[in-house]
């Protein structure tokens, strides 16, 4: 006799066992072994990029000085903490900092990368960038930045600029679509009319003048995508809500004196959103990619930042160093197909007329 997982008597905490659809869905999730591996992969590394001042860091994780316990991965501590003559925050790995710490009995533990993304290695044997070696796994750019550091943070600002995205411009669009098809008439035609206006709106010109005049930041480039990434939901949550808001158990719940808005979103919208999450994995792979192609052209994130798509133009800009433009090939190609891996997962396990034998 199996008992489900989510069904075992923990104390002091009762969980609800799956209803027989969920598990249906869970089975034929599992069952599509490529997206169910991917998604333990994907998840796997967006853990750890989450964690990236602990993985790729040019600070020690703890340090020890005349017998005290330093954290300079979390606390800023000035050289004059450790004998030195300046005020400013200590640089780790300068030599003579690493005398100071050493003469006076301590030692450092660092990350498994000593690098951050805007760390410059000083001590190259030839010119940046530099090729992959035992101290810069991936090699370096042409400023001479860790290739290994700037792919982890750029992986970790790029999976949460789309996760943001995606999250945002579904609620804006599953809000959109369903007062749309709910109410139908003269709202759906307007809105329809409106939407077909903004969509013509060429969104990449709109990002280029507006990077001309100001420096686009995360939030700034978060909030103009946002501008035209919520109508990619509205027909799907249009179409399920014209199909069902004439149903006898909406009829039924009009009947019994149920507001619109609590028909709409405790009656209707779990049926929609069978499609809303079908579609989702597949909204986080054109974010990332247009985050991606911006950053490639210039028009992303501020210069400096870690990106893929700035990793992908120097690599172009750098024929020369092949492994700039494989580094980032590799890793957008690898990104994007388990995310397209996980999409095709879960569109089997909404598929209803998909059953296990």
């Known amino acids: 006799m199996t008992m489900s997982f989510l069904s075992l008597p923990f104390p002091g905490f009762r969980s609800k066992p799956m209803s027989p659809i969920n598990q249906r869905r869970w089975r034929n999730f599992k069952a599509n072994k490529r997206g169910y591996w991917s998604l333990w992969v994907f998840g796997v590394l967006f853990f750890l990029s989450l964690f990236a001042e602990f993985i790729a860091n040019d600070k020690p994780l703890v340090l020890t000085y005349r017998g005290d316990l330093y954290f300079p991965v979390l606390v800023s501590y000035p050289e004059t903490a450790f004998g030195g003559d300046f005020e400013t925050e200590a640089d780790y790995r300068d030599p003579f900092v690493k005398d100071l710490i050493h003469e006076a009995g301590g030692f450092m533990i660092w990350p498994l990368v000593e690098y951050s993304y805007r760390t410059i290695n000083l001590d190259l044997p030839v010119p940046a960038p530099a090729p992959p070696s ?3 796994w991936l090699g370096t750019d042409d400023q001479g930045r860790d290739v290994t550091a700037r792919l982890i943070y750029g992986f970790r600002i790029s999976v949460l600029f789309g996760l943001t995205l995606t999250a945002l411009s579904s609620v804006i669009g599953v809000a959109a679509g369903a007062v749309q098809g709910y109410f139908g008439g003269w709202t759906d035609l307007l809105f329809q009319r409106f939407i077909e206006i903004w969509t013509s709106v060429p969104q990449l010109y709109l990002l280029i003048i507006i990077a001309s005049i100001i420096e686009p930041s995360f939030w700034i480039l978060l909030g103009i995508m946002l501008l035209f990434s919520w109508v990619a939901l509205v027909g799907v949550v249009r179409a399920e809500f014209l199909r069902a808001r004439n149903f006898e158990y909406v009829n039924a719940a009009r009947a019994m004196g149920l507001s619109n808005s609590k028909i709409m979103f405790r009656h209707l919208l779990p049926n929609a959103m069978v499609a809303t999450l079908t579609f989702m994995p597949f909204i986080l792979n054109a974010s990332i990619t247009t985050l991606t192609s ?10 400096g930042s870690p990106s893929l798509g700035e990793l992908l133009q120097q690599g172009k ?3 020369q160093a092949p492994w700039l433009g494989l ?3 590799f890793a957008i190609a690898v990104m994007l197909s388990l995310l397209i891996f996980v999409g095709e997962a879960v569109r089997d396990a909404f598929d209803p007329r998909k059953v296990l034998r």
């Open 134 to 136: 035992g101290e810069n």
């Open 294 to 303: 911006l950053d490639f052209l210039g028009f992303g994130l501020p210069p």
């Open 317 to 319: 800009a750098n024929l």
């Open 327 to 329: 580094t980032g090939f």
